[in-house]
């Protein structure tokens, strides 16, 4: 797949506004269960008044412009018209974290310095991060939500072309620990990955799409905002927050506006599975799904299951239940189960796969607690093709664990201002992802990253193996944790750790909370928690991709920053 060098988004976005200016673009989906659809005139023009603002504020052709705003539709708009003109956008998490996240001004500002961007936009309530940055940066220009309010002529918006091979957007990764990196699409590469997931996915103008992870991660940007924008496909949005205030409303989303196609992390199947009950699904009908993708985090069997067997009455088929993964530094999605048939699961010896870095295929009978599942993540995309690597990046032979090395033509052009970290990721032809797995024939399976993996007596565990257990526990907050192990030469083996948020709406005793955690833990996983922290909601945060960032908080935990958190409540 190659591309001419006209074309860019903002040529295909103008494509569609002459093509069908009438056709449904977008539309929000309210906590009420009501909804309007965008026309995608309407949204052109409005994003074009967005656009005209940002453009007399000085921002224009090649700019960067951060985002620290709330996935909402005011972001929507925002994005949308600085792409109309030109800008780069990077869309950061806002702060609605506490404890932890106090260095958000110093991340900020890394941001501005590394990217130089020429804009900032905030919310309203955040003029005292905003003074501070006008202060350090004086040549970037601070706005505020607010001035979107104030008119705007859709008509003065510079119409720009980029070439193919000029820049079209960021995206921060946040890795481990440190400031986060900046990841450089050009258009081209951008285009690529939407082309390809187009294909793989077999999307057709008939298709629907419901979205509820936020825009500043790439799932939301590009595996949904960007495709939907660009393939001609309506896209219903849900904000994050009410997702998880409430989990009926993505159902009930899917099946008021008859949508074809969603996207959550693996966790957000196993949240709906637990909290939505039977009463909560009048009315709902899911037949017409043909795709629920689960990506961003280890996919588990017993998820994938799970939810389809929950909600199978109301329509969903195995069929329907469908994996991918994908990482910022190649822009979206790379692989992609089989769009017209059912996901592939294999089992295989624990032993020699955490051992030995062996996949030994089994039944799930034969070797009861000596196996377990790994889930398919499915096959590159068209025009992209995947090797398994060693430390020294030989290739291995099928069914071996190492770095999964991708060989795309939709990976960044590097990490802004970093050449260190750029020349390591990419390493001759190779994406070098930094995840583990291996191939069966053309199938990746995912295993996860190795520097996470916790031994506990001889036992290996992913952190992704509590989530489970964790979500169903009365008065933690849903998806906020992380678990790690700490090494004990006292004891011979690693000590378990689970650190997570808990909810503000949380009466239970803490003491009562913590006692849950290791009782459920030892009941379902049969190990023992050493150690379990709570801390406030809202301090933990993910990468810009949704992977939780247990390697992070460990960081954090031996420095003791945890402890002192912990200890304010």
């Known amino acids: 797949m190659t591309h001419d060098s006209n074309k860019s988004l903002q040529a295909i976005f103008r494509e569609r506004l002459e093509r069908d200016p009438e056709g449904n673009a977008l539309t929000f989906f309210n906590p009420d269960g009501t909804h309007t659809w965008r026309t995608f005139r309407e949204f052109h023009e409005t994003g074009a008044r967005y656009g005209s603002i940002l453009s007399s504020n000085g921002l224009s052709r090649g700019n960067v412009c951060v985002f620290m705003l709330p996935s909402d539709e005011i972001s929507a708009n925002a994005l949308f018209g600085s792409l109309l003109i030109g800008a780069l956008p990077l869309m950061v998490a806002p702060p609605v974290v506490r404890g932890l996240h106090s260095n958000l001004k110093d991340v900020l500002e890394h941001v501005v310095s590394t990217t130089s961007a020429r804009v900032v936009v905030l919310e309203d309530d955040e003029k005292d991060l905003g003074e501070a940055l006008q202060k350090s940066h004086p040549e970037t220009c601070v706005l ?83 495709l939907c924008m660009t393939k001609g496909i309506p896209l219903v949005m849900l904000e994050t927050i009410n997702f998880l205030k409430k989990p009926v409303l993505w159902l009930q989303a899917l099946s008021s506006t008859g949508a074809t196609v969603t996207w959550s992390p693996n966790f957000g199947y196993t949240f709906t599975a637990q909290r939505v009950r039977d009463h909560h699904l009048k009315d709902i009908n899911l037949g017409k799904i043909k795709a629920f993708w689960n990506a961003a985090e280890r996919i588990h069997l017993d998820t994938m299951l799970t939810f389809q067997k929950k909600f199978e009455p109301f329509g969903v088929k195995l069929s329907a239940m469908k994996t991918n993964f994908g990482c910022a530094e ?53 025009g992209m093709t995947i090797q398994i690597q060693d430390a020294d990046c030989n290739p291995l032979p099928d069914g071996h664990v190492g770095e999964i090395a991708l060989d795309t033509p939709s990976r960044m052009k590097g990490y802004l201002g970093n050449e260190e970290d750029t020349s ?53 907050r849903p998806g906020c944790f992380a678990a790690f192990g700490i090494d004990d030469e006292k004891i011979g083996t690693q000590r378990l750790v689970i650190v997570s948020e808990v909810r503000d709406s949380n009466e239970r005793p ?13 009941t379902h996983i049969g190990i023992k928690v050493d150690e379990v922290l709570l801390l406030p909601q809202g301090t933990m945060t993910k990468t810009s991709s949704g992977k939780r960032r247990h390697r992070f908080y460990r960081e954090l935990y031996l420095d003791g920053e945890l402890a002192a958190l912990a200890e304010q409540r």
């Not at 803490?510 to 030892?522: F, G, K, N, S, Y």
């Open 330 to 382: 190649n822009v979206g999605g790379a692989t992609f189960s089989d769009a017209d048939g059912d996901f592939v699961v294999e089992h295989v010896n624990k032993h020699r796969l955490f051992d030995e870095g062996i996949a030994v295929r089994g039944t799930a009978t034969n070797g009861g607690a000596d196996t377990v599942a790994i889930v398919g993540v499915g096959r590159p995309y068209p």
């Open 424 to 476: 390591y990721a990419i390493r001759g032809k190779y994406l070098h992802t930094g995840d583990y797995g291996y191939m069966r024939g053309e199938e990746v399976f995912w295993t996860g990253r190795v520097r996470e993996r916790i031994n506990l007596h001889g036992k290996k565990f992913d952190p992704s193996d509590f989530e489970s257990v964790l979500v169903q526990i009365d008065g933690l």
């Open 510 to 522: 803490l003491e009562t909370v913590m006692d849950d955690v290791r009782a459920q833990v030892a």
């Open 144 to 226: 505020y939500i607010s001035v979107f309010q104030k008119g705007g002529d859709p008509a003065s918006a510079p119409l720009v072309f980029p070439e193919s091979d000029d820049l079209a957007a960021l995206q921060l990764t946040s890795g481990t620990t440190g400031f986060p990196r900046v990841c450089v699409w050009d258009q081209n590469a951008v285009l690529q990955t939407l082309d390809g997931m187009e294909l793989a996915m077999k999307l057709g103008k008939d298709d629907i799409c419901v979205n509820w992870t936020p825009l500043y991660h790439d799932m939301g940007l590009i595996n949904n905002f960007m």
